[in-house]
Each structure stands twice: as C-alpha cells, then as structure tokens.
C-alpha cells in the first residue's frame, strides 16, 4: 500500500522554526517528486513547494509566501521528505500535508500534521 | 500566478442530482488541471487528473472535461458520501495554485 506519514507538527512562537518530517512507503520514493501543501484552518489549500528525485537534481520550488524561509529536502535512503520552516510566522498556521507526485499527478496524500505559530 | 476560480463556493443538492462545478483559470493552462475531494477533518483525495482521467478506485459518476481556461467536474448522479469540498488545481506553471473550493451541503 502506497502511503504518506507526516510528523513533526507543534506549537511554536512567532520567528521559531520547526521541521515537519513525511515517511514514504509501498513505492519507488527515490523516483518520485515531492510536494507539501497546506491549510488553514477553515480555509483552502495552499501549494507551498516541491523537491524533484535525483533524475531533476534535487530542484526545489517555492511559493512567495513561504520562499526564503522554508526548505524542502528529502533522504532517499530513509524515505523521508523534510519541510524545514524558519522564520515562522502567525499566518503559517495550518495542517501541513505531503504528497507525491506519482504518474497521476498528486497522490497520494498523508494525513497531515498540525503547525501553530502563537506566543 | 494563475488565478483558479471555482463556481459555485457551495451548493445545496440532494441524492441523485446531476451536478456541475466549474473552475476557470485566469490563463491557458492546457490540460494540466487535477480535482480533489476532501471531506471535514480528512486530507484531499485524489479524483481527477490529467482534466478528465479518473483515479484509481473513483467511481465512474465522476468526470471531468474542459481545455485551456474553463473545466467542470460533473457528478452524474450524486450519492451520501459524495458531500464534500471539492477544490480543482492547475499543474502548467508555478506556483500550482488550487480554486477555493466548492461545498456540497444536503439539502
């Protein structure tokens, strides 16, 4: 069974940092893109970034909202995607999911980990 | 970025209605555009990618059509566990921006 397992989610102060963690199992994780997507409470998604598979070097790509203070990497020998955010803000409030991008597009999803940015 | 605007942000409906939402993009986006359900407290799920492919496992009421700017997600016949959000999502360019959703509520 293909399957998505976030962790790492938390309460944390304005300006703090936190890294969210995505295990991957029952496929090739090492040939697959990863993306990270999110939501707010009552609201809808946001696409936040994505890490290409060795075949495309690793590239990452940004939302504006997030870019230069969120990082996206991944270990392909332990199956883990990695959102390292910095610089949290109070808008950064969300669940936060991984997915893959598989050969139909952005599936599947985990089941989302819960990030709150408060003093 | 593309705009993605979904229509309408909610609708009453009833079991075995036919029903339509559309989503326009504020720019060409080829065929690049997925639909995802997600119900209260769960993560998205995968319906339709590709504009008009059906995921694995998505019953064939569900279909998707459209190309370029304006694209519809058509339940042919609606049942209980298909009450739901249902956001679209454009894949041609970055940022991958998502509609903003459309509830279906029981009438």
């Known amino acids: 069974e293909v399957q998505l397992v976030e962790s790492g989610g938390g309460l944390v102060q304005p300006g703090g940092s936190l890294k969210l963690s995505c295990a991957a199992s029952g496929f090739t994780f090492s040939g697959s893109a990863m993306h990270w997507v999110r939501q707010a409470s009552g609201k809808g998604l946001e696409w936040v970034g994505r890490i290409r598979s060795k075949a495309g070097s690793y590239a990452t790509t940004y939302a504006a909202s997030v870019n230069g203070r969120f990082t996206i990497s991944r270990d392909d020998s332990k199956n883990t995607a990695y959102l390292q955010m910095n610089g949290l803000k109070i808008e950064d409030t969300a669940v936060y999911y991984c997915t893959r991008h598989g050969p139909k597009w952005l599936d599947p999803w985990g089941q989302g980990t819960l990030v709150t940015v408060s003093s | 970025d593309i705009q993605m605007t979904q229509s309408p942000s909610s609708l009453s409906t009833s079991v075995g209605d036919r029903v339509t939402i559309t989503c326009r993009a504020s720019?060409?986006?080829?065929?690049?555009l997925a639909w995802f359900q997600q119900k209260p407290g769960k993560a998205p799920k995968s319906l339709i990618y590709g504009t008009s492919s059906l995921q694995s496992g998505v019953p064939s009421r569900f279909s998707g059509s459209g190309s370029g700017t304006d694209f519809t997600l058509t339940i042919s016949s609606l049942q209980p566990e298909d009450f739901a959000t249902y956001y679209c999502?454009?894949?041609?360019?970055?940022?991958?921006?998502f509609g903003q959703g459309t509830k279906l509520e029981i009438k």
């Open positions: 720019q060409g986006i080829s065929n690049y």
């Open positions: 999502q454009q894949y041609d360019s970055f940022p991958y921006t």
